[in-house]
């Protein structure tokens, strides 16, 4: 059975900023029959549940990893450190299970694909990648964001 990188918001955790989950019938449906790997980069590289809304300011994910953005919380603490620590962590995690595919949390600065929050904290978004997803791209990961959100 092939293994897939799923987002664990989606999957029913409450390990979004806000302490709650996105689980939807929709993105339950389209990982039905396949191996799931639930992963929270955020909680992985050291973030608490709930915790403040970050956003990556400066770039995209890629950016990050180059070095050149950054993630940083509303308050103006930075994050960057831990969001890339846990993409690392989603990745072996990726790794290790055999996932070659991965529906993430869209617009997050961690899993969002194609778009992003775009640092402002006002809710508006551009194109980018986060953290997470840039990484596991880097590596041969195929990520799309998931179905219904």
């Known amino acids: 059975m092939e293994a897939i990188l799923v987002s664990a918001c989606l999957r029913g955790v409450p390990c979004r900023f806000d302490g709650r989950h996105k689980a939807s019938p929709e993105s339950a449906r389209a990982v039905d ?13 050291g973030l608490t549940t709930p915790r403040r809304p970050a956003e990556l300011v400066g770039g995209d994910g890629h950016d990050v990893l180059d070095g050149t953005a950054r ?12 969001f890339v620590a846990g993409a690392h962590r989603a ?6 299970a055999g996932c070659t595919e991965a529906p993430l949390m869209p617009r997050s600065p ?12 006002t809710g508006e978004s551009r194109t980018g ?3 997470t997803t840039a990484l596991l791209k880097r590596h041969g990961i195929a990520v799309r964001a998931a179905p219904g959100l």
């Open 33 to 45: 029959g396949r191996d799931v790997v639930s992963f929270c980069p955020e909680v992985a590289g």
């Open 71 to 82: 993630v940083i919380e509303d308050t103006g603490r930075d994050v960057t450190a831990e």
């Open 91 to 96: 990745l072996a995690a990726a790794r290790h």
């Open 110 to 121: 961690s899993c969002g694909r194609g778009e992003v929050y775009d640092g402002s904290f």
């Open 129 to 131: 990648d986060g953290v």
